[in-house]
């Protein structure tokens, strides 16, 4: 199993970009996922989530309004759309999977997630 987070970059600040996560080895639809992120110096924390049916999402509130995550189920890819990025955006982000049969499971905990991405670097400039 792995998953493949790509998409970052610099971007100036109040600018976009868009993380995509692709996983081979495993369905992202019976998988609860997650997006967390890692400044330098900092502890990992949680971004966004999405239950494996994709109805109900959760976001830190340092991003609400701002960011969106979604899926794209053909292409086996959970997707981050990230906009007006201010530069304490900046971080390593990764994604994650956690497997369940409860198709509205969703969680913030990155103990809860067993499956990651190697994490892609965005970096927002001032």
């Known amino acids: 199993v792995q998953l493949q987070a790509s998409g970052g970059g610099l971007v100036q600040a109040g600018g976009s970009l868009r993380l995509s996560c692709a996983a081979s080895?495993?369905?992202?639809?019976?998988?609860?996922v997650g997006w967390f992120r890692q400044a330098p110096g900092q502890e990992r924390v949680f971004v966004a989530a999405n239950s494996r049916n994709g109805a109900y999402t959760d976001y830190a509130d340092s991003v609400k309004g701002r960011f969106t995550i979604s899926r794209d189920t053909a292409k086996n890819t959970v997707l981050l759309q990230m906009n007006v990025l201010k530069p304490e955006d900046t971080a390593v982000y990764s994604c994650a999977a956690s497997y369940t049969r409860n198709y509205d499971y969703i969680t913030s905990r990155a103990s809860d997630y067993y499956y990651w991405g190697q994490g892609t670097q965005v970096t927002v400039s001032s």
């Open positions: 080895g495993l369905s992202f639809a019976s998988y609860s």
